[in-house]
């Protein structure tokens, strides 16, 4: 069984490479995206059991959609070099989050174990092959790349949209009617947008939802392009309806298609060779977690939605929308509903094979923050004390007992 041992020193971390990284590097190396993406893991604890090799080499259980094992390296040569056990392998928020706690560490100077070569991680790790490492990061660093570009495009087209307006407010009705014409025939996608706005402004609701479920069904296997290199993916006429039904009123149907349009993601990013489909499956998925609040569902309903959203999430689709769920202002007694929810939840939870309890441990996490949100931080230590020995989460025990000062305790 592998073991930690030594402690980072003093000495060691004035020589140590990654001490002298800056955000630039990182953003750099990950893209901007990424870096956003890991940031949120380091800040809420996801990085567990971070340890090195004798070589350097960061090492971490990564908490995300599951428990992934996760290494990080810097040489001169080739600068920031990761591995992942999730579905992107390599350059991923898992890695970004393993180095901004390791800088963390640093900083606050906590130690910081070494490992053998005979830890589990490492060993996950190497099942990848060092082949389908090298691709994935090349595949990656391309995707963070292009969402740069695309990133760039969208801020552009809506300044350009908005410079637009006064010229719009100097036509005639007869002059705005000619011109949307005019653009109908220009585009294939305006006639069917306007359908669309007209079905949803006459009150057919079933209409548009039947045409969204067509969108999604299509989008479950993308069209190939005429050389067979990659698969194309427009999800704008989807987006667009989304928008519009929540716009029309009907806040609770968008919501409905929720699990659907996450199971056709899923599906859909398995053709995904070049890392592009993440970004507009998010970005659909996105508009319902924005009008998440319009819909007819209690405030506890609704988080209960985002949860149940996220754990079946396998791809970190549902990121952005978990981290607005945090930051939303329900009342303390919508808390403390949701609060008996997840407890109930982890009561009734089934142990998962080879994954150290990850989805009750995942629960016990969102019910603690849950607790606090509530006003019922007395139940926090208790709570962490009932699952320190059923998941193995003694490190999130000890974390809570120093906070408290309950020193003795936690030396245990």
């Not at 390296?73 to 350059?91: D, K, M, Q, V």
């Not at 990061?137 to 495009?153: D, I, Q, T």
């Amino acid at each position: 069984m592998a073991r930690q041992k030594k402690k980072t020193t003093k000495k060691q971390k004035s020589s140590d490479p990654f001490s002298k990284l800056t955000w630039e590097d990182l953003e750099e190396w990950a893209g901007n995206v990424i870096v956003g993406r890991g940031r949120p893991y380091q800040r809420n604890g996801a990085v567990e059991n971070l340890a090195r090799t004798k070589g350097g080499t960061l090492v971490a259980w990564v908490r995300g959609t599951r428990r992934y094992a996760t290494s990080v390296r810097l040489t001169e040569r080739n600068g920031l070099e990761s591995a992942c056990t999730c579905p992107y392998w390599a350059t991923c928020k898992h890695a970004v989050a393993v180095v901004l706690e390791y800088l963390e560490c640093l900083k606050t100077d906590s130690g910081v174990g070494e490992i053998d070569e005979d830890d589990p991680r490492l060993l996950k790790l190497e099942a990848i092959g060092d082949e389908g490492d090298e691709y994935e990061e090349f595949a990656e660093e391309e995707e963070e790349e292009n969402v740069k570009v695309r990133s760039g495009r969208s801020k552009s087209k809506k300044s350009k949209a908005a410079s637009l307006r006064p010229y719009l407010q100097e036509q005639t009705k007869a002059e705005l009617v000619a011109l949307v014409i005019e653009l109908a025939d220009a585009h294939d996608e305006v006639p069917q947008w306007l359908a669309d706005r007209r079905a949803l402004a006459s009150g057919q609701t079933q209409k548009i939802l039947q045409t969204i479920r067509r969108e999604i069904s299509a989008l479950e296997e993308p069209v190939w392009d005429e050389y067979d290199n990659s698969p194309a993916l427009n999800t704008d006429r989807l987006k667009a309806a989304l928008k519009g039904l929540a716009q029309a009123g009907q806040a609770d149907a968008a919501v409905r298609l929720g699990p659907e349009l996450l199971a056709t993601a899923h599906q859909a990013l398995q053709y995904d060779s070049e890392g592009e489909f993440e970004a507009a499956f998010s970005d659909c998925l996105d508009v319902l977690f924005q009008v998440l609040e319009k819909s007819f569902l209690s405030p506890a309903d609704q988080v209960e939605w985002v949860l149940d959203m996220a754990l079946a999430d396998e791809y970190g689709l549902c990121d952005a929308g978990l981290d607005q769920l945090w930051k939303r202002r329900y009342a303390k007694s919508d808390w403390s509903a949701v609060s008996d929810r997840l407890a109930q939840r982890i009561e009734t939870s089934k142990d998962t094979k080879g994954e150290l309890h990850y989805e009750r441990d995942r629960l016990t996490d969102w019910l603690i923050r849950a607790l606090e949100k509530a006003g019922r931080q007395d139940e926090i230590i208790p709570l962490c004390e009932r699952e320190a020995p059923i998941t193995f989460s003694y490190e999130r025990l000890v974390d809570r007992l120093m906070a408290k000062r309950r020193w003795e305790e936690a030396r245990r």
